[in-house]
């Protein structure tokens, strides 16, 4: 027995040496791109732990490097979420919306914390055309990832992630940099660099299969495979450059975070850069823009981060965005094409919205049948006409927009384009803003204006409600089931006569009436947003949710309550005063609760919509808190009223200490600034916030 479990002991140990060997040399090769053996060495490494493993299967774990070639299919992912949530960027396309970045945050910093920046110190990296996911490791060992999805909720696709081999199963300890936290989530992008998505479409191509389009459709539809050995079959690769919560270490500047993460065993981003000032940025952009063809992956622009974390935290995010990076985008691929018709289409604002429908073309592998004209001073600008010859781009890449007219192969006897003086659909007589170029229907029953009302309603920023899409509306409204958001919830009612309509079955409508009965109880701040009310966006409806806690509440605000609230201003608070004050918007609100819509109340919500007890304070937090994230800890501040800043200063009203809490806690002590323990600060909030 004794001989035995010596065996055992060796076999085990063996399989170890040959596990961390494999890990060693897949890191030299994916993330250095220094391999240090042969392929025929690493193989025979492979194939002796691929022996272990199968004369005794216990050996096997999820992340063996035999395991790269992905398991069982499985029937469906579960739920990822964000912690804190994925942002996107906002977009620059020249050198003046760069500065203008610039510009905005050092007035940002000015206004609330009264801080002169001349300017800030970046890190440039390029931005790979890839699909965002977030990856967790705990203990140092790869533990789960998941998809972007909304930013706050993606799709779990941990068993596909295992299968790159880019990602590191086990992060290194580095001998001259920090060990690895017990707790990190990393981000990045997963992508097919240029010689992966040749040799994939050659492959598809002898065995008669459908091409992918471009490196990223491949990329993302790779990853949101239910079988993982086919995400093992494809050539993905990872680029990390970000990271979520991190328990353990804290890090000071976004190139300390990319060497230190390189240090660990991350591969990061490619070829990126810290600059001293814009003038580098600007210079290293034309660097990218220049070698972006010969580069082995393909990338659409550059990504440009303030580099300092205390200043990164001090501005803060929108709902969508970060105020302390922007991507920079390349000048996008052009080509022409014939401008057929122009329509006109009416959004849920009743704004109206000429559409040139375009011959249709391929544009960097997209294609592209139309583009918006905007309004009619874009129209008449460019004076775009039926019959033109024009130069279309998708604008980053993405968006497909007419850059100019041909002139001289402009057909004779074009007439000049002017939008309607009455509604297309109702018939409705239009009429212009007087401080906007839009032309809208004012009739709030207005097919269009309800069509596209739903859709925004029912949408993955709003309610949320999958399956009710714009065919699926079309056809509710076309039958006449659903004149307005509540009749959507009263469905179930006549999901008999919904199942003639030809394309449902059972399972369509049953699908639906459960995702209508699970957005009942989605968060206040989506309902906010869904209501369609003109000026209010994502964040600012999250704004409003956290400052007055029901929708009871807001609509029986007033306006210097509103004006109080720093993202508010005249405009912004009359539209929201009159969407309240109309008539149909009230109906259509009680309708809602009537048919049982609950909207979660945020975690955080002031007793009273005027009780800001905080106001005019700044915080500083500090340590690690066990009872909550620093983000959340954040948005309660807020709540009341108050900021957090990154730093302590004489500015600085308190101090939230948690564990290990370090120099900003002997710094506020030295300037008198009371400082708070976390249970202190926990009773503050129970005293001033409802539970």
Same mark, same amino acid.
């Given at each position: 027995?004794?001989?035995?479990?010596?065996?055992?002991?060796?076999?085990?140990?063996?399989?170890?040496?040959?596990?961390?060997?494999?890990?060693?040399?897949?890191?030299?090769?994916?993330?250095?791109?220094? !391999?240090?053996?042969?392929?025929?060495?690493?193989?025979?490494?492979?194939?002796?732990?691929?022996?272990?493993?199968?004369?005794?299967?216990?050996?096997?774990?999820?992340?063996?490097?035999?395991?790269?070639?992905?398991?069982?299919?499985?029937?469906?992912?579960?739920?990822?979420?964000?912690?804190?949530?994925?942002?996107?960027?906002?977009?620059?396309?020249?050198?003046?919306?760069?500065?203008?970045?610039?510009?905005?945050?050092?007035?940002?910093?000015?206004?609330?914390?009264?801080?002169?920046?001349?300017?800030?110190?970046?890190? /440039?990296?390029?931005?790979?055309?890839?699909?965002?996911?977030?990856?967790?490791?705990?203990?140092?060992?790869?533990?789960?990832?998941?998809?972007?999805?909304?930013?706050?909720?993606?799709?779990?696709?941990?068993?596909?992630?295992?299968?790159?081999?880019?990602?590191?199963?086990?992060?290194?300890?580095?001998?001259?940099?920090?060990?690895?936290?017990?707790?990190?989530? &990393?981000?990045?992008?997963?992508?097919?660099?240029?010689?992966?998505?040749?040799?994939?479409?050659?492959?598809?191509?002898?065995?008669?299969?459908?091409?992918?389009?471009?490196?990223?459709?491949?990329?993302?539809?790779?990853?949101?495979?239910?079988?993982?050995?086919?995400?093992?079959?494809?050539?993905?690769?990872?680029?990390?450059?970000?990271?979520?919560?991190?328990?353990?270490?804290?890090?000071?500047?976004?190139?300390?975070?990319?060497?230190?993460?390189?240090?660990?065993?991350?591969?990061?981003?490619?070829?990126?850069?810290?600059?001293?000032?814009?003038?580098?940025?600007?210079?290293?952009?034309?660097?990218?823009?220049?070698?972006?063809?010969?580069?082995?992956?393909?990338?659409?622009?550059?990504? &440009?981060?303030?580099?300092?974390?205390?200043?990164?935290?001090?501005?803060?995010?929108?709902?969508?965005? !970060?105020?302390?990076?922007?991507?920079?985008?390349?000048?996008?691929?052009?080509?022409?094409? &014939? /401008?057929?018709?122009?329509?006109?289409?009416?959004?849920?604002?009743?704004?109206?919205?000429? /559409?040139?429908?375009?011959?249709?073309?391929? &544009?960097?592998?997209?294609?592209?049948?139309?583009?918006?004209?905007?309004?009619?001073?874009?129209?008449?600008?460019?004076?775009?006409?039926?019959?033109?010859?024009?130069?279309?781009?998708?604008?980053?890449?993405?968006?497909?927009?007419?850059?100019?007219?041909?002139?001289?192969?402009?057909?004779?006897?074009?007439?000049?384009?002017?939008?309607?003086?009455?509604?297309?659909?109702?018939?409705?007589?239009?009429?212009?803003?007087?401080?906007?170029?839009? /032309?809208?229907?004012?009739?709030?029953?207005?097919?269009?204006?309800?069509?596209?009302?739903?859709?925004?309603?029912?949408?993955?920023?709003?309610?949320?409600?999958?399956?009710?899409?714009?065919?699926?509306?079309?056809?509710?409204?076309?039958?006449?089931?659903?004149?307005?958001?509540?009749?959507?919830?009263?469905?179930?009612?006549?999901?008999?006569?919904?199942?003639?309509?030809?394309?449902?079955?059972?399972?369509?409508?049953?699908?639906?009436?459960?995702?209508?009965?699970?957005?009942?109880?989605?968060?206040?701040?989506?309902?906010?947003?869904?209501?369609?009310?003109?000026?209010?966006?994502?964040?600012?409806?999250?704004?409003?949710?956290?400052?007055?806690?029901?929708?009871?509440?807001?609509?029986?605000?007033?306006?210097?309550?509103?004006?109080?609230?720093?993202?508010?201003?005249?405009?912004?608070?009359?539209?929201?005063?009159?969407?309240?004050?109309?008539?149909?918007?009230?109906?259509?609100?009680?309708?809602?609760?009537?048919?049982?819509?609950?909207?979660?109340?945020?975690?955080?919500?002031?007793?009273?919509?005027?009780?800001?007890?905080?106001?005019?304070?700044?915080?500083?937090?500090?340590?690690?808190?066990?009872?909550?994230?620093?983000?959340?800890?954040?948005?309660?501040?807020?709540?009341?009223?108050?900021?957090?800043?990154?730093?302590?200063?004489?500015?600085?009203?308190?101090?939230?200490?948690?564990?290990?809490?370090?120099?900003?806690?002997?710094?506020?002590?030295?300037?008198?600034?009371?400082?708070?323990?976390?249970?202190?600060?926990?009773?503050?909030?129970?005293?001033?916030?409802?539970?």
């Amino acid at each position: 027995m004794n001989s035995q479990k010596n065996i055992s002991d060796e076999i085990r140990s063996k399989a170890d040496q040959l596990t961390n060997q494999l890990h060693h040399h897949n890191y030299r090769y994916y993330s250095l791109d220094n !391999p240090i053996i042969s392929d025929t060495e690493y193989d025979r490494l492979m194939r002796e732990l691929q022996l272990l493993e199968s004369a005794h299967p216990s050996l096997v774990t999820p992340n063996s490097p035999t395991q790269r070639v992905g398991v069982e299919p499985i029937e469906g992912f579960g739920e990822f979420i964000h912690d804190p949530p994925m942002r996107s960027l906002e977009n620059a396309l020249n050198e003046e919306e760069v500065q203008s970045f610039e510009a905005r945050a050092r007035r940002y910093l000015k206004q609330k914390y009264n801080h002169e920046i001349e300017h800030f110190e970046y890190v /440039v990296e390029p931005k790979i055309d890839g699909s965002a996911v977030d990856i967790i490791y705990r203990e140092e060992i790869f533990d789960s990832g998941g998809t972007r999805g909304d930013g706050r909720q993606g799709e779990n696709i941990t068993e596909n992630l295992r299968t790159i081999e880019d990602i590191p199963y086990r992060l290194i300890s580095s001998k001259n940099g920090p060990p690895p936290p017990r707790y990190l989530t &990393i981000r990045g992008e997963v992508y097919i660099d240029r010689d992966g998505f040749f040799k994939l479409n050659q492959a598809r191509e002898a065995a008669s299969e459908a091409l992918f389009a471009n490196p990223r459709n491949a990329a993302a539809g790779t990853l949101r495979q239910l079988n993982p050995k086919v995400t093992a079959s494809r050539p993905l690769r990872v680029s990390l450059y970000s990271v979520g919560k991190v328990d353990g270490f804290e890090f000071e500047s976004q190139s300390q975070l990319l060497e230190t993460l390189s240090g660990w065993g991350v591969p990061v981003s490619p070829g990126w850069r810290k600059c001293k000032n814009l003038d580098e940025v600007f210079h290293r952009y034309k660097d990218y823009l220049t070698g972006r063809e010969s580069l082995p992956f393909e990338i659409d622009g550059m990504v &440009i981060k303030i580099n300092s974390f205390e200043l990164q935290r001090d501005l803060g995010d929108t709902s969508r965005a !970060p105020r302390w990076a922007i991507a920079y985008k390349f000048p996008p691929k052009q080509d022409h094409t &014939i /401008v057929e018709d122009i329509i006109v289409q009416v959004g849920r604002t009743g704004v109206l919205t000429p /559409v040139a429908i375009l011959r249709p073309l391929r &544009i960097g592998g997209v294609e592209v049948s139309r583009a918006t004209l905007h309004n009619q001073n874009e129209v008449d600008r460019k004076d775009v006409r039926v019959g033109d010859t024009v130069v279309i781009q998708r604008a980053g890449d993405v968006i497909p927009e007419i850059v100019a007219i041909v002139r001289d192969k402009r057909p004779a006897g074009t007439r000049k384009f002017k939008i309607p003086k009455t509604c297309p659909i109702c018939k409705t007589k239009a009429v212009r803003d007087e401080d906007e170029s839009a /032309v809208r229907c004012p009739n709030p029953v207005c097919d269009a204006v309800l069509r596209e009302g739903l859709r925004h309603f029912a949408s993955r920023g709003a309610m949320d409600i999958e399956g009710l899409g714009e065919k699926v509306v079309n056809q509710l409204v076309d039958e006449g089931f659903v004149k307005e958001p509540g009749d959507l919830f009263e469905l179930k009612e006549h999901r008999n006569k919904i199942l003639e309509i030809k394309g449902w079955k059972e399972k369509k409508i049953d699908n639906l009436l459960a995702a209508l009965e699970e957005a009942k109880g989605q968060p206040l701040y989506r309902l906010i947003f869904g209501l369609g009310i003109r000026h209010v966006g994502a964040h600012l409806a999250e704004v409003l949710a956290t400052r007055f806690g029901s929708i009871d509440a807001l609509s029986q605000t007033n306006k210097e309550r509103l004006m109080d609230i720093h993202e508010v201003g005249p405009q912004v608070a009359e539209s929201i005063i009159s969407f309240f004050e109309d008539e149909r918007s009230r109906q259509t609100l009680a309708n809602l609760l009537a048919a049982g819509l609950t909207p979660a109340i945020p975690d955080i919500s002031v007793k009273d919509a005027g009780d800001v007890p905080f106001a005019g304070k700044t915080f500083v937090l500090t340590g690690t808190l066990s009872s909550c994230s620093r983000g959340e800890a954040k948005v309660a501040i807020e709540a009341l009223g108050g900021r957090v800043a990154g730093t302590v200063s004489k500015k600085t009203d308190f101090v939230v200490a948690g564990e290990n809490p370090g120099s900003k806690r002997t710094k506020a002590e030295n300037l008198d600034i009371p400082v708070w323990d976390e249970d202190v600060f926990k009773q503050i909030l129970m005293e001033k916030l409802i539970p």
